[in-house]
């Protein structure tokens, strides 16, 4: 069974940086687009970052760019979001998700196949 393990959510200060990690359970991710969602309460899953397996091109939302970073190491299907200049607007359960699709790194969380269990990350002011 396909899993994705999110770790290294927890509470920070505003300004403060916390790195994610994603762990793909199957080599196949390699290949795959993977990306980070995250949902605040009362709030829709919203699309934060993705990086595509093959090329490596990458998509940020507009609330990410310039203070989070995606990346990925291939030969430990592991994916990394790098958050910094963090602020309580980004208050969440942050969520790991890959998807089959190969040529585009798609911004809706229907496209998304595999999703990881979420990881909560809390910034205070």
């Known amino acids: 069974q396909v899993q994705l393990v999110e770790s290294g959510g927890g509470l920070v200060q505003a300004g403060d940086s916390l790195g994610l990690s994603c762990a793909a359970s199957e080599r196949t991710f390699s290949t795959y687009v993977m990306a980070w969602f995250r949902q605040a309460p009362g709030k829709e899953r919203e699309f934060v970052a993705g990086?595509?397996?093959?090329?490596?091109?990458?998509n940020y939302a507009d609330s990410a760019k310039g203070r989070f970073t995606i990346s990925r190491d291939r030969d430990k299907n592991t994916v990394y979001l790098q958050m910094d200049s963090l602020s309580p607007e980004d208050t969440a359960v942050y969520y790991c998700a890959s998807t089959t699709v190969l040529w585009r790194i798609p911004t809706s969380p229907s496209e998304y196949n595999y999703w990881g269990q979420g990881t909560q990350v809390t910034v205070s002011s």
């Open positions: 990086v595509r397996g093959t090329s490596g091109n990458t």
